[in-house]
């Protein structure tokens, strides 16, 4: 199955919601711990304190999420850059996906925003395999700053159905493409985007990550690009 990493600051009370546990139970998971250290801190003396509390409560997050249908398993990083660290990690366990934790119940609806600048057929690949046969509701969701992407639009929604997925679509003429995606989000439970647009550095460290999770409380999963997944970085 595909792998999806979860990251969680797991030693300042980071925790994800029954519903990220349910919605990610058709996929394999990786569910990692991480701690970020002042830069003056050696990560073996991390370990060394903090090591035993950390594990416990990341066992116990990777058995509920095999409780909740897939395979899971765990890693613990002490680190000094965060963004690193995720995508290296993403890299080491081949994930599909990262996944911005937010509190959900059942998910019923999901949002999954497309261009034509990120790879369209890998994400759908991805929703297909995460909804399954389950009761999802697709809400495929496109904001272009011209009339024209119609078509873009409507050859997604024929792919999802294809897959026997219940499909809306949603196309906005926009100046501003990001603020119209934000309108789109309340009324689902999560939300699927590609990298590229916007990227998973800006999720991680930028406003955007901010704006769209105050708007949806949900969590975010983000598909990796093809070229990202094949880089590794060094921590």
């Avoid at 990493?5 to 058709?26: A, K, Q, R």
């Avoid at 496109?142 to 992407?149: I, P, Q, V």
């Avoid at 501003?176 to 590609?194: K, N």
Wanted: aromatic fraction near 4%; avoid cysteine.
């Amino acid at each position: 199955m595909t792998r999806v990493l979860v990251p969680v600051e797991i030693l300042e009370g980071g925790s994800v919601s029954y519903g990220l546990m349910n919605l990610l139970g058709t996929m394999d998971v990786t569910v990692l711990g991480y701690h970020v250290l002042p830069e003056q801190t050696p990560t073996d003396q991390a370990r060394e304190q903090f090591e035993e509390r950390a594990v416990s409560g990341l066992e116990d997050l990777a058995e509920e999420f095999r409780e909740a249908g897939g395979d899971a398993e765990s890693r613990l990083v002490f680190t000094h850059d965060r963004e690193q660290t995720v995508d290296r990690v993403a890299n080491d366990v081949d994930a599909r996906a990262y996944a911005i934790t937010g509190a959900t119940g059942d998910v019923g609806r999901l949002l999954v925003p497309i261009a034509g600048d990120v790879a369209v057929n890998r994400i759908l690949d991805f929703v297909i395999e995460l909804v399954g046969d389950r009761d999802i509701t697709v809400t495929l969701f496109l904001a272009s700053e011209a009339d024209g992407a119609d078509a873009l639009l409507e050859e997604a929604a024929g792919t999802l159905e294809d897959a026997d997925i219940t499909t809306e679509t949603e196309l906005v003429v926009s100046a501003r493409p990001f603020d119209a995606l934000i309108d789109a989000v309340p009324g689902h439970d999560a939300i699927v985007i590609g990298e590229e647009a916007p990227s998973l550095s800006t999720f991680l460290r930028g406003d955007e990550a901010e704006r769209i999770a105050s708007a949806s409380v949900g969590p975010v999963l983000v598909v990796r690009g093809e070229q990202t997944a094949a880089e590794s970085l060094g921590e």
